[in-house]
């Protein structure tokens, strides 16, 4: 069964920059749809990104647009999400999620069209 490890978050400054990435062991990540969500103490877990199998499509939420990069190796069964001009209200556990369906043209927002869930990153930026 497909594992995710997420890795690369950490304490950052207000407008500053981090990368954190997601690895598949056990199982491929490269023909899946991959996600990046995040869930701040008390909230909900939103979603934050999106990118197709082949990396031709990405979505962002809103609030991340223009500031947040995601991007993917399939060679290394990875996908990164690179966070700049960081804010305190980006504080909260970051989590990779791959789709339950493969080969898809197009990314996902909503987390029920996912099935596997990385254990978190936690990413605080202060102010």
């Known amino acids: 069964q497909v594992r995710l490890v997420e890795s690369g978050g950490g304490l950052v400054q207000a407008g500053g920059s981090l990368r954190v990435s997601c690895v598949a062991s056990g199982g491929t990540l490269s023909v899946y749809t991959m996600g990046w969500f995040r869930q701040a103490p008390g909230k909900e877990r939103e979603f934050v990104a999106t990118?197709?199998?082949?990396?031709?499509?990405?979505d962002y939420a809103d609030s991340v647009k223009g500031r947040f990069t995601i991007s993917r190796d399939n060679a290394k069964n990875t996908v990164y999400l690179q966070m700049n001009s960081l804010k305190p209200e980006d504080t909260a556990d970051y989590y990779c999620?791959?789709?339950?369906?493969?080969?898809?043209?197009?990314?996902?927002?909503?987390?029920?069209?996912?099935?596997?869930w990385g254990q978190g990153t936690q990413v605080t930026v202060s102010s």
């Open positions: 990118i197709s199998w082949s990396g031709s499509s990405t």
């Open positions: 999620a791959r789709a339950a369906l493969a080969y898809s043209r197009s990314g996902y927002k909503n987390r029920n069209d996912y099935n596997r």
